[in-house]
């Protein structure tokens, strides 16, 4: 049994070295339960929620953050919130000029990124949070802290 002994010894000595590796960890964002509403209250419409009848698009001054693909479009226009001439690419380009950034920029940063918050919490970020965070719940329900958006630092 003493051979055994220099390989426990090693193994124990391997095991010590990864227990006092530095270690890496990445924020995760908060989950649900900050938010105080009814959880069914919807303010904003954007990804997978459904579009609010009636909303007009965020950059007119509206509740829908919706990216404007062809049947958010059509459904603005139902609802009459914008004109026969406007489409697609007007509303793209209405976005592009006042330099909200969309879902077809990038995805995934849920409004953390250079050009957050989300555009309803003043930034330039209109890209859908991610389900199940606070800030998906902020976003839904309209209710967050009010604070002044903070200067943007990168393009």
């Known amino acids: ?25 990445v924020e995760s964002p908060p989950l649900v339960a900050r ?28 509740a829908c953050c919706h990216y404007p693909s062809p049947e958010i479009v059509e459904a603005y226009r139902r609802d009459g919130t914008i004109s026969d001439d406007d489409s697609t690419v007007t509303l793209l380009a209405l976005y592009r000029t006042k330099g909200i950034q969309l879902e077809t920029d990038h995805r995934g940063c849920n409004n953390r990124c250079s050009f957050g918050p989300h555009v309803v919490k003043g930034g330039r970020c209109m890209v859908a949070p991610t389900p199940g965070t606070v800030n ?5 329900s309209g209710r967050f802290p009010r604070r002044s958006a903070e200067p943007h630092t990168g393009d």
């Open 1 to 25: 049994m003493r051979p055994l002994a220099p390989a426990v010894l090693l193994l124990l000595a391997a095991l010590s070295a990864c227990s006092s590796a530095p270690r890496i960890e």
């Open 35 to 62: 938010v105080p509403d009814d959880g069914r209250t919807v303010a904003h419409c954007f990804g997978d929620l459904p579009h609010i009848e009636g909303s007009a698009p965020f950059v007119l001054g509206g």
């Open 136 to 140: 998906y719940e902020e976003i839904r």
